[in-house]
């Protein structure tokens, strides 16, 4: 991600919107192009295979213009990979904000990764100035950084870092 584009976190800047639930074999995202209020859904594998040609098709779509990138998630394997692309600016969202804004906002407590992608991009489209986008270098450094800062923006549990940075490591070198 190129750090001119960390500078201004406007609705502006932006060729379009994603959020991503993550699990763990299957991501659902929402996308919603910039000025527009039709969503496009789908499902993506947790393989390199898939999400890498995803996000090339995405940079042309959009001719490489940036890309809000909102994803609920407490582990750094799919954070980690999208830190790789330039053009999109990750937004980690914990996963408590989107139950409480669920709790809030909707009558039904039920559980729905669609439903839950619909909350993650309203919470990216509505609130983009009260989220912090990752900075990816303190987040990429082997053996340091990236655990703290998601345990630091509150999507890590307490007492997790270390567990997931492991778990990085062992990604990275698998």
């Known amino acids: 991600m190129n750090s001119s584009l ?44 898939i999400i ?39 937004y980690p969202i914990h996963p408590t904000t989107v139950a409480k804004f669920r709790e809030a906002f909707k009558f039904s407590g039920a559980k729905s990764d669609p439903l839950d992608t619909d909350q993650i991009l309203e919470i990216l489209t509505k609130h983009l100035e009260l989220l912090k986008p990752l900075n990816p270098d303190t987040q990429v450094a082997p053996g340091g950084g990236f655990a703290e800062e998601m345990a630091h ?8 870092a270390q567990h997931d940075q492991a778990l990085l490591l062992w990604a990275q070198h698998s």
Do not use: C, M
Not at 17 to 44: C, R
Not at 153 to 160: M, T
């Open 6 to 49: 960390n500078n201004d976190h406007t609705q502006n800047n932006y060729a379009a919107f994603i959020a991503i639930d993550w699990a763990d074999q299957k991501h659902t995202f929402s996308l919603q192009v910039a000025g527009q209020a039709k969503k496009e859904t789908g499902t993506l594998e947790q393989k390199p295979e």
């Open 52 to 90: 890498g040609p995803w996000v090339a098709k995405l940079r042309e779509r959009f001719g490489g213009r940036p890309i809000a990138v909102a994803v609920e998630q407490s582990r750094g394997a799919l954070i980690h990979a999208l830190l790789a692309y330039d053009f999109l600016v990750l």
């Open 153 to 160: 923006l509150g999507v890590l549990p307490a007492g997790q």
